[in-house]
T-cell receptor, first 114, second 114 residues
């Protein structure tokens, strides 16, 4: 398998649930990212990891908790979410964190909070 | 901080017609510029990028974009579109020499009518 794989593709959860989104990249990249894509809004960068170390946390509420156990895997743990958190969550990777690198995206997890 | 403005949220065109998707950016430093495409139910894919050198850059599927520093623009063009080009297109900018922190525009939905 190649590229960036995200699971699950769709997730419906209640506000009191705890769930996790998973991302795996098979590209040998050193940097991984979580983005939030909401309707009619620009993509919002949530977290950046470089060599498993978090290098960016873009003022994301604590109900979103990232985890990067190794350079190939990235998780986003979710708990006590709000309906406005419903969105497409995109994982991406890049060879490094310099500005020249293009991002390789997964197909996303469509999250609905009820 | 950089910002990106995509002037059109939706662009409908007929098949085989030319198209231009507009992108303007603002930044106090030198930038790298990107266009990404998102097909339905998929993540974003890199279409083309400008890092340095020739201001006209091309993609493998017939799109091109021209970096215009004086007008702070990076418009995307294709002389003849196909039904398969139906997608959402995102312009993005990053700080040259800085860490990877892509700032995305709000996207332009390109709809091709037969």
């Amino acid at each position: 398998e190649t590229g960036v794989t995200q699971t699950p593709r769709h997730l419906v959860m209640g506000m009191t649930n705890k769930k996790s989104l998973k991302c795996e990249q098979h590209l040998g990249h050193n940097a991984m990212y979580w983005y939030k894509q909401s309707a009619k809004k620009p993509l919002e960068l949530m977290f950046v990891y470089s060599l498993e170390e978090r290098v960016e946390n873009n003022s994301v509420p604590s109900r979103f908790s990232p985890e990067c156990p190794n350079s190939s895997h990235l998780f986003l743990h979710l708990h006590t979410l709000q309906p406005e958190d419903s969105a497409l969550y995109l994982c991406a990777s890049s060879p490094g964190t310099g500005g020249t690198w293009a991002l390789h995206f997964g197909n996303g997890t469509r999250l609905t909070v009820t | 901080a950089q910002s990106v403005t995509q002037l059109d949220s939706q662009v409908p065109v007929f098949e085989e017609a030319p198209v231009e998707l507009r992108c303007n950016y603002s930044s106090s430093v030198s930038v790298y510029l990107f266009w990404y495409v998102q097909y339905p139910n998929q993540g974003l894919q890199l279409l083309l990028k400008y890092l340095s050198g020739s201001t006209l850059v091309e993609s493998i599927n017939g799109f091109e974009a021209e970096f215009n520093k004086s007008q702070t623009s990076f418009h995307l063009r294709k002389p003849s579109v196909h039904i398969s080009d139906t997608a959402e297109y995102f312009c993005a900018v990053s700080d040259a020499g800085g860490a990877q922190k892509l700032v995305f525009g709000q996207g332009t939905r390109l709809t091709i009518n037969p």
